[in-house]
């Protein structure tokens, strides 16, 4: 068994004080109980109140913060999550010349959140509230690649073949997935409809938690080379894009 | 070969931002501070405006910073401001005389009351283009020199400056005390009901009708021409555009047509119309104001549907009642219902813009029943948005004689899907969003482009600018009809709220 990490069972047993206390505590009586420098304790309280489990009131007394509660439902409102990426979706869409999807997972498909157009001015038909397959886009597949319990059900189920090229075997799809893991994005070519590719990226919020993905969409011949590879050049605009939007929400460097 | 870029500062009601912008229009590198609100007293809002020029200086180092470049990348400096804000400084020291009182603010509501009552206050109106009212600036600059002990005098020694927020940025990014540049532009002064909207020059008759010192004026010039260089913060940076940032906006969406419109929904909405080079005096109480001016070209006029309140009834749907914890849940909110429930918000708060301009008009909520729920009351804040925006376009139609066709709208409400519908819906024609939800900071870089000429004319603008969304109408015309009735009379009850005293 590694090791403990001591911060994180201090910052365990605040939550555990702030929850059984009835009114508001301050920093002193905090340290007090825990038996811990203020500095020490200053320190935990400031890092729980950047992730949102500890709020502070006007006088500086703690509590329990609002993201606690929401917990084991959605982290991100899917209405903020377009709101903090909508100035990154565009010059995706302008730089790449495709159409960019942003999606979450909804009940064992992706849910589009926010689409922009392709920029060439041609008739097209917004798509937000649309579902996905999460098997068979690359929003999908990067969604899969970091949420296990989706993954496992997913490679539990029966995976709808849309063309020859999707991917069926749930071990294709497994390996498919650690590669995502290991290259940072993903990508679909003809898995959905033919002649039509995609690449994607993750988007991360604090911690470094994924809360969607983003990518573009467009003909195969626009996506990938003549030996069906991505062009570099698409694939480093979604991933820098991705990143931008995961800076806005919090999330470190990586 | 180095990367180029424009750069553009809006300075705006909550918050300041600097972007970097590329050839094609995008986005490379956003950084943003808020500033505080002063609230001393009902109907009063300030801004310290030395707050926010320190902001500004961080700002101008954030963006070298985060988009790792140095200032001889730039090739121009746009700025785009809150308009009507009002701040005087002394010349000398350049520390301001007190906060700025901010365009919200509505402590000149007597004021404003005497001077309309003066016989001369039509010809007023008819010379500068605007109604009389609290929103803008020359009744501030009257309030200040009337009510700060000294000052009058001062300011009729040459000690004190006038300036909206361009100004005030402009002189201090040039030097400030140590030969600031001190200056405006048409759009910003066309909002002071000081200048002649058809000479674009201060005018004496205006100046002695609110009594106020022409020294203390700053020059009015074009919004894309070469003003100076920084010396402070983009250092030998060309200022080459300034704008108030709805002009800005309307320049942002390429509306270089007569005819062409934009709604920039932000903290309050507003619609301007280009009406070209012939000014359209309104009829139904939209304002004639100048759009943009390109250096020595004759000037673009526009005329604009001001809304009060649009974004800042979501804010305080947030702040005040508590029902939302971030603005964009406001969208989630109001899906968990189909409709309004027979339940309607006029957001009066401080009276009603466009097209009423009634100061003593002040909010309701009409229709509450023990049926609505707060999914109701999100659907009814942001449908008071597509009704103000409604009225504004029918004012606009019947004062151009022209029907709009297509609503171009931008600023951070149109990532509202839910709202877009529904203003598609109320307006029964098609509404766009451009390919650059940041209009108001890209028209002034478009302004500082062109003025450097790293963009060759308004054409290589237009190539810029792409569809990234679009909302067709889809509501079923008797149900519209009956809507905006019922919204109509909601608003006759938020009037002669205040009794005049």
């Known amino acids: ?98 159409a960019v999807r942003i999606g979450t997972i909804l009940e064992g498909k992706v849910l589009v959140v926010h689409h922009v157009f392709r920029p060439d001015d041609t008739l097209q038909t917004l798509d937000v509230g649309a579902l996905l397959p999460l098997h068979a886009s690359a ?16 490679l539990q189920s029966l995976l709808e073949g849309y063309t020859r090229r999707t991917l069926t075997e749930p071990k294709d799809l497994a390996r498919a997935l650690l590669e995502v893991r290991e290259a940072g994005w993903a990508m679909e070519i003809e898995e959905l409809t033919i002649g039509e590719a995609g690449l994607a990226a993750p988007i991360r919020g604090y911690g470094g938690l994924v809360v969607g993905a983003i990518g573009i969409s467009g003909p195969v011949e626009r996506i990938c080379d003549s030996k069906r590879r991505p062009h570099p050049k698409l694939v480093a605009h979604v991933r820098e894009a991705a990143r931008a939007v995961s800076r806005d929400l919090g999330a470190t460097r990586r | ?41 009902p109907g009063w809002v300030e801004h310290d405006a030395m707050e926010i020029w320190r902001n500004t200086l961080r700002l101008a180092s954030g963006v070298f910073q985060q988009a790792r470049i140095t200032p001889d990348q730039i090739v121009g400096l ?47 109106e008819q010379r500068c283009g605007l109604p009389l009212a609290t929103y803008f600036s020359g009744p501030r600059i009257r309030w200040m020199l009337d009510n700060l002990p000294g000052l009058r005098e001062r300011a009729e020694r040459g000690d004190v400056l006038f300036g909206t927020m361009e100004t005030w940025l402009i002189w201090n990014l040039t030097g400030g005390p140590s030969g600031g540049i001190h200056i405006t532009d048409v759009t910003n002064a066309s909002r002071t009901m000081l200048m002649d909207i058809h000479t674009l020059d201060w005018h004496p008759e205006l100046l002695a009708f ?95 549907g001001s809304i009060a309140i649009t974004g800042s009834l979501v804010q305080w749907f947030r702040d005040q009642l508590g029902l939302i914890a971030t603005a964009p849940e406001i969208e989630t909110l109001a899906r968990t219902v189909d409709d309004n429930g027979g339940c309607y918000i006029v957001p009066a708060f401080s009276g009603l813009f466009a097209p009423h301009w009634r100061s003593e008009a002040r909010g309701v909520i009409v229709g509450l029943t023990s049926y609505i729920t707060k999914g109701h009351l999100a659907r009814a804040v942001l449908e ?49 969003r451009p390919m650059a939800a940041e209009t108001v900071s890209l028209g002034a870089a478009y302004a500082a482009g062109l003025a450097t000429s790293y963009w060759s004319d308004l054409d290589a603008l237009r190539q810029n600018w792409h569809r990234a969304a679009q909302w067709l109408p889809a509501m079923n015309p008797a149900v519209r009809a009956e809507e905006y009735e019922n919204w109509q009379r909601a608003v006759e009850h938020t009037f002669n709220w205040i009794k005049p005293h």
């Not at chain 2, 309050?268 to 009406?275: D, E, V």
Request: charged share 20%; net charge negative.
């Open chain 1, 139 to 154: 929003l999908g597949k990067v969604l899969l690649a970091y949420d296990a319990t989706t993954a496992r059900a997913a």
């Open chain 2, 78 to 124: 746009g700025i785009a401001n809150q308009r009507e804000t009002t701040v005087l400084w002394d010349r000398r020291t350049g520390i301001p005389v007190g906060h700025a009182i901010n365009w919200q603010d509505t402590r000149t509501d007597d004021l404003v009351r005497q001077l309309a009552d003066a016989p001369a206050a039509k010809a007023i």
């Open chain 1, 1 to 98: 068994m590694p090791g403990m990490v001591q911060s994180i069972e201090r910052a365990a047993a605040m939550l555990r004080l702030l929850a059984s206390s009835p009114g508001r505590l301050g920093i002193v009586e905090i340290a007090r109980s825990l038996d811990l420098a203020k500095g020490t304790a200053h320190g935990i309280l400031r890092t729980l109140q950047h992730v949102g489990f500890v709020e502070q009131d006007d006088g500086g007394k703690y509590q329990l913060g609002a993201a606690l509660l929401h917990l084991g439902t959605s982290y991100l409102d899917v209405n903020e999550l377009r709101s903090r990426s909508i100035n990154w979706a565009d010059p995706l869409a302008a730089r790449s010349g495709e």
């Open chain 2, 210 to 304: 609110f009594d106020i010192p022409s020294q203390i004026l700053p020059e009015i010039r074009s919004n894309a021409e070469v003003y100076g260089r920084a010396t402070i913060g983009f250092p030998s940076v060309r200022i080459a555009a300034a704008l108030g940032d709805q002009q800005a906006a309307l320049f942002g969406q390429t509306c270089f047509t007569p005819g062409e419109a934009k709604c920039t929904y932000g903290t309050g909405s507003f619609l301007l119309l280009n009406t070209g080079t012939e000014l359209v005096r309104s009829t139904h109480g939209l304002i004639s104001t100048v759009g943009y001016k390109i250096d020595n070209e004759p000037p673009v006029y526009s005329l604009e």
């Open chain 2, 1 to 41: 070969m180095t990367d180029r870029y424009v750069v553009s500062i809006d300075q705006g009601t909550t918050s300041t931002r600097c972007i970097l912008f590329d050839h094609r229009g995008q986005l490379v590198s956003v950084v943003q501070m808020e500033h505080q609100q002063h609230y001393p007293r």
């Open chain 2, 384 to 432: 008071a948005t597509g009704w103000q925006t409604r009225e504004v376009v029918d004012a606009m139609n019947a004062d151009s004689g022209l029907d709009l066709t297509t609503l171009k709208v931008d600023g951070g409400m149109t990532a509202d899907n839910l709202l877009m519908q529904f203003i598609a819906d109320v307006l029964d024609v098609p509404v766009v």
